[in-house]
């Protein structure tokens, strides 16, 4: 009886081996939030590139942080006292997602803090990594995405 439990339990220990040693499976739409760092903050990078009329413009700096480029305060709560969780310090299109929850952020959260509301313009598009983006609203912002917006005013 002894040596039958020994060998259930080896079977066993080996089958949670093998599985553990199985590549992870990820579906094209799953997404981790990235862990909290030493200080209790989620942190990392996108980058955005915009377009307007077919030519480059500069992502404005201070969004979510300047009174002038602060327009929604709905989540104050998550980010940093005197910044909103998605911010820029610069225009070098680095949105710092800073938050002291760990969770999901949209691109279009950070419109709404910007106070960019792209529902009048025509031809809106947005790319991420290469690849077409047919709900920018809803895009799950993630750590290192290139992001290109494009517009046209006209």
């Not at 981790?32 to 980058?47: C, L």
């Not at 610069?90 to 803090?113: C, K, M, P």
Request: charged share 10%.
């Amino acid at each position: 009886m002894i040596g039958i439990c020994v060998v259930i339990a080896i079977s066993v220990g080996i089958a949670v081996f093998l599985i553990s040693q199985q590549p992870k499976l990820v579906t094209e739409n799953a997404y981790t939030n990235p862990p909290m760092d030493s200080m209790g903050m989620m942190h990392f990078h996108p980058s955005l590139t915009l377009v307007i009329d077919g030519k480059p413009a500069a992502v404005p700096a201070q969004i979510g942080i300047d009174p002038k480029m602060w327009q929604d305060h709905s989540l104050d709560s998550y980010g940093m006292q005197g910044m909103a969780p998605l911010h820029t310090h610069d225009t070098s299109g680095t949105i710092h997602v800073e938050s002291y929850a760990n969770r999901y952020y949209t691109f279009g959260q950070l419109l709404d803090i910007w106070g960019l509301n792209l529902s009048g313009y025509k031809q809106v598009t947005m790319t991420v990594n290469g690849q077409p983006v047919p709900d920018y609203q809803n895009y799950v912002l993630h750590d290192g995405d290139k992001i290109i917006l494009s517009f046209n005013t006209k």
